[in-house]
């Protein structure tokens, strides 16, 4: 199990990182490391379903004067020496009997599991990256796996003087503290300084760590790995157990979303706004729906709500602007402007051409008014409804050329769209005609 395959590697990273032979082993990491911070204690910080840490000790059991914890951790010893492997004493793996939800994970092979795999799976299991939607992520990746085990002591702390807070939650734990540190308000002196920049939820009447939303997790990466692919694991461990497979991050596409967020993020009329980009940022895919894409790129950070405007989502009795009127929709506009432009393979000129192009819209609307001597206000928004919500490369040309027709002073500008938009692969079209519509609703807005 994979599982297995990040304890055993963070294992090596313990080793030496700390000076230790070879043969200090997962079960050693388990006895002296994981057991006294997870489990000896009523509140653990990790579950696994059914094991022997969530199994009940009668008082006949504790007899010899051990400690309930100390119970567990012998029965949970002695399950694994007489080889009864299952997702209880092995994290991720099936179930012990072929009746049992994830019994499709049993194989009739012989297959040789050793005591030091099965430990090194809670040590994985310890590490993983819980999300959205129930989903957890695994990276190989020696940085990411040192700083999500220098968290668990933090957990412990923060657990024990938090009063009616949810345990069993190191995964949820785990994509809040990588945020935290990969971010700008990490204080590498002061790491207490997460407690303050936490905020909890309340679920049936108890607090309890939110789960971190996906997106944010990929904005952490990519300032720690602005040029890199990182490849996660990605499943979900439950009654039935779920593997979405290995998914390879496209950090650098990530990154230069983020460099153009820098660029264009504050506006110079309305100044800094109060929250970060990545804290307001939310996508149109969860994650589930984000992995199916095959890799994490540009493409799974689609802003959420954004093809609410888009011509190819909507229909002609449809036709949807977005307003940009309170400090939200200012956001909002920002956000969807800098993906498309991303998308657009940053070309900034084809930005600017939609700023002109949506200038000569208005223009076009005023020359129109005034001939018409107000008459002609439907008429005037017709028009450039027509060419703002355009459905095909063909439709949108046929529109620009009668507003070639009406509007003269517009025809080199004209000209260098119809030029783009040819150049443009067709998945990208709909994308340059929304950004003119947003260029052309914020010009409408400011007037």
Partial sequence: MYTSYIGNNFLKIYRQRNNLPDEYS???FFNEVMFPLFYNDEEHLMHVHGSSFFQKVSDKD????????????????????????????????AAETLDATTSGQVTSLNVSIN?????????????????????????????????LYEGWEYY??????????????????????????????????????????????????????????????????????PNQVLTAYA???????????????ILPKVKSLILLKELLYVLPENG?????????YSTYYHFLNACKLGIIGLKALEPDKLRDYMPNYTSKYKIKYLKIKTKE?????????????????????????????????IDLENEIGKSESGRGKSSQSRISEDFLFSKSVKEFIENLTNLMKKYSLGAEVFKKVKDAVIELPSDLFSLFV????????????NK
Wanted: with cysteine.
């Fill in 62 to 93: 504790l007899v010899s004067g051990k400690s309930k914890q100390q119970f567990q951790l012998e029965r949970l010893h002695r399950d694994i020496e007489n080889k009864k492997i299952s997702g209880s004493t092995y994290v991720g793996y």
């Fill in 235 to 249: 499943y979900n461990l439950s009654q039935t157990n779920t593997t979405l497979g290995f998914i390879n991050i």
């Fill in 329 to 361: 929709d200012i956001i909002n506009f920002t956000i969807y402007k800098i993906w498309i432009i991303a998308m657009l393979n940053n070309k900034k000129e084809l930005n600017a051409l939609a700023e002109q192009v949506a200038q000569l819209l």
């Fill in 26 to 28: 997962a079960i050693d």
């Fill in 115 to 147: 005591s030091d795999e099965i430990y090194s799976s809670w040590i994985g299991q310890a590490l993983a990256i819980g999300v959205s939607g129930g989903y957890a992520m695994q990276i190989n990746e020696d940085n990411v796996l040192w700083t």
């Fill in 156 to 225: 412990r702390r923060y657990l024990s003087q938090t009063p009616n807070l949810k345990d069993k939650q190191i995964e949820t734990w785990n994509g809040q503290w990588l945020n935290y540190c990969f971010g700008k308000n990490f204080d590498r002196n002061n790491k207490d300084s997460f407690f303050n920049y936490l905020k909890l939820k309340i679920v049936q009447g108890n607090l309890a760590i939110p789960t971190i939303d996906w997106v944010k997790i990929i904005f952490a990466l990519s300032r720690q790995y």
């Fill in 272 to 280: 800094q706004y109060e929250k970060e980009f990545e804290e307001v």
């Fill in 434 to 445: 929304t950004l003119i519509q947003f260029e052309y609703q914020f010009k409408k807005s």
